[in-house]
């Protein structure tokens, strides 16, 4: 019987759309009892047969080969193996979102270029006794004499410690280990993102009623469906983060893996004390503010089992948990879990079919959930379960609304209205803290003329330039440019004026108001620092800040129990942005800063601060009814046909040419139309809007188009298969190689 030839179908390591397909390889025979799908391998490849690293995706079985195909070279050393569950996701990666076959493989497999950190470590080989002869001996080599000295003390040391610590050369401790006192080794060592932390013990508390009820419908549920999802809507301060805990300790317990989704880096350093205090070692973090080698490190402890629970933001539903037992999503609303960059994928979408294909569980939690996961629950697609008090028994913070017209029009036109001054001298008076939202960066946001109107602006891009006082400089908040302030106005020679307010503004103004109290800001601009995030959120748990100001990272899922004041400067940020998620995100954010006051024994206060006092997102976050607000809100997107009631697929054409980029933007739109209603979709064609410049027409100097399609009566799987028609085989034909394009499915910012 003739002998099958074995072919490995591999992807090449490389991001040029052409080479985004399977490649044949025949594998040799040495290698057919070692190949396996989901290894890294080097092939030979082009005319020159350059090594090229490369994934096998699949085997195949052939009894004769219609062309010659080269061969594997090999099989690549200590790489990581995907596994099956890995390959499936990769290819629905591909098919949901448009990626290529590698933007989905490098989220599994990281392409990390640093490698294990070995240490040389010294050991005495000598007992006490002849350790005090051997130095008595030395007089004559004080060095070695020295380094025998301090081996006497702690009996090994990595070298690079023993010489600083001596003041000895290399040499003195090459001449000990000649005579045999000594042992050099090398040993590899964890590189350990929590070194420099100090774990307390976090105690396990009695749940309360409303906490064993939900456990008891989320244990009773998943017994008899546990492949149906459950979205835990618990009030702000309701001990969600308790569930989480406790379901994590019955997961470890079936010796499975957890993950647990944090919105925001600013979220993960508490919650990983708390986890690591109830759960010790088993705990590893994922996230971008890790060094290269921290990463690698945790990412092979969770890979090897030794580190069971996984918590980070959205990049760490990619963990390389073996047995998975339980992804949590916390504050499952957050945009921040749809990815901007390719792939773009949302977390709670790869965490459903991560739970599909591994046969795990999902929890979805949030005190405001999204329009679209209530909307699933309300029609039983999901579970809810609902936590409806505060855990430790405390109210909901009283919300006083601000408006701030009215405030103007009796002679207050500072960021601070009386009513925000008066609490936080009541709360200072008493030693507690106050948090402070503004969800803009810098100190202006509009460098003017009010003479003749002249903005900074950003010359590579369409977007008004930021005032950052301290720098004394401008910047644009898209492409990182930085300008010296203008002195005077460039067009007529006036002087220019600084209008808006960023977070830089409030902590100068509060610095003002209360000189005798702590001011800290947290917001992009100081936080970009590795550990800066800890260091400041450390420094306000220990009460050394009395006030926080900040952006929307101060906003989501901190617990300090000593703040007792929440003052939100101005609701309306978010309210008036061309958005149709605009009055979702706005109640969102405003419920949950306004959750952080009163956590513990003393009642909370909110100052909201408006011009638009009567939007009933702002009415309604003030008294915290998400019910009302989802059915307020749930009329308009239906009567618009807005997600949950369409889904969306959102077209970017870039281009340095504004010619070549609405060209090809309505060439794309009418080929669209033209494919859909041969495909017999011709009366819905206005599911397929018109192409126009996007929100922020220009970005580093390339013009931007976008073309929005809703999908309603024309199914969304027509639709991508449609745009990956224009996008491929048809590219050539209607779309200039000046132009790139990027295609975002459900995006979560539109325009």
Request: hydrophobic share 40%; proline share 5%; charged share 25%.
């Amino acid at each position: 019987m003739k002998k099958e030839i074995l072919i490995a179908q591999v992807i090449l390591d490389h991001y040029h759309a052409k080479l985004d397909h399977l490649f044949d390889y025949l594998i040799p025979e040495h290698m057919q009892t070692l190949i396996q799908p989901g290894m890294q391998v080097t092939v030979p490849f082009g005319r020159n047969n350059r090594l090229t690293e490369a994934f096998v995706m699949s085997i195949k079985c052939r009894q004769k080969m219609d062309q010659p195909l080269k061969e594997l070279a090999h099989i690549s050393e200590e790489a990581y193996v995907m596994t099956a569950a890995q390959i499936e996701m990769v290819r629905w990666m591909k098919k949901s979102y448009l990626c290529r076959y590698i933007e989905g493989i490098r989220c599994f497999v990281p392409n990390h270029r640093t490698g294990k950190k070995k240490v040389i470590w010294v050991h005495c080989q000598l007992e006490s006794e002849e350790l005090a002869e051997q130095q008595i001996k030395m007089k004559r080599a004080p060095m070695q004499q020295k380094v025998l000295e301090a081996l006497q003390e702690i009996r090994h040391a990595p070298l690079a410690s023993l010489l600083k610590m001596t003041g000895a050369p290399n040499s003195a401790v090459k001449a000990l280990a000649a005579k045999g006192f000594i042992t050099i080794s090398e040993e590899i060592t964890r590189r350990n993102p929590f070194k420099d932390s100090v774990t307390t013990p976090y105690p396990e508390p009695r749940l309360t009623h409303f906490q064993e009820r939900a456990m008891m419908l989320i244990r009773g549920h998943w017994e008899k469906k546990p492949e149906i999802p459950v979205l835990l809507h618990g009030i702000t301060g309701s001990g969600k983060t308790e569930i989480y805990l406790q379901l994590i300790k019955r997961t470890l317990a079936q010796q499975q893996d957890s993950i647990l989704l944090v919105p925001e880096i600013a979220l993960t350093p508490q919650m990983v004390q708390r986890f690591r205090g109830r759960f010790g070692d088993q705990v590893a973090v994922l996230h971008s503010h890790l060094s290269e080698g921290e990463k690698l490190d945790e990412w092979g402890r969770i890979r090897r089992g030794e580190a069971r629970i996984v918590i980070g933001p959205r990049s760490a539903i990619f963990a390389p948990c073996q047995n998975l037992g339980i992804i949590i999503i916390d504050e499952e609303h957050e945009h921040t879990y749809k990815s901007e960059q390719a792939p773009r994928y949302h977390a709670t979408e790869i965490a459903r079919q991560r739970c599909r294909l591994e046969k795990a569980q999902l929890l979805l939690g949030s005190a405001t959930p999204s329009l679209e996961s209530y909307h699933e629950a309300e029609h039983q697609k999901i579970l809810l379960v609902e936590l409806k008090e505060r855990a430790a028994g405390g109210r909901l913070p009283q919300v006083e609304v601000v408006d701030l017209r009215k405030e103007a029009r009796e002679g207050n036109r500072t960021l601070f209205s009386r009513s925000l001054i008066a609490a936080l001298e009541h709360c200072l008076g008493k030693k507690h803290q106050a948090i402070l939202l503004l969800n803009r960066r810098a100190f202006a946001t509009l460098v003017m003329c009010p003479q003749c109107g002249y903005v900074a602006k950003c010359s590579q891009c369409d977007i008004s330039m930021k005032w950052h006082r301290k720098e004394r400089v401008l910047k644009c908040h898209y492409c990182g440019r930085r300008e010296p302030v203008p002195e005077s106005c460039p067009m007529c020679g006036e002087l220019v004026s600084f209008q808006g307010a960023g977070t830089q503004k409030v902590e100068e103004g509060l610095q003002l108001l209360f000189p005798d109290h702590v001011v800290a800001r947290m917001d992009q601009d100081v936080t970009r620092q590795k550990g800066s995030h800890q260091a400041i959120l450390e420094r306000f748990e220990a009460k050394e800040i009395d006030l926080l100001v900040g952006t929307q990272m101060i906003a989501k899922g901190l617990d300090f129990p000593n703040v007792t004041v929440v003052g939100i400067l101005l609701a309306d940020t978010s309210l008036n942005l061309p958005d149709f998620r605009a009055a979702e995100k706005t109640f969102q954010l405003m419920t949950q800063v306004a959750g952080r006051a009163g956590r513990g024994m003393q009642e909370g206060k909110v100052i909201l601060q408006t011009f638009q006092p009567d939007h009933y997102a702002v009415h309604l976050s003030a008294i915290q009814d998400y019910h009302r607000f989802y059915q307020e809100e749930m009329q308009i997107r239906q009567r618009f046909l807005y997600p949950p009631f369409s889904r969306l697929i959102q077209v970017t054409f870039w281009s340095e040419s504004e010619e070549a980029v609405a060209k090809a933007a309505h060439h794309s739109a009418a080929a669209v139309r033209f494919i859909l209603e041969k495909s017999g979709y011709g009366e819905h064609l206005e599911e397929v809007m018109e192409p126009g410049p996007a929100l922020i027409a220009k970005i580093e100097n390339r013009y931007r188009y976008t073309l929005l399609m809703k999908s309603v009566k024309i199914p969304f799987h027509l639709m991508r298969k449609t745009v990956k028609y224009l996008l491929m085989d048809g590219r050539d034909r209607y779309i200039s190689p000046m132009v790139t394009v990027t295609v975002d499915p459900d995006p979560r910012i539109v325009g």
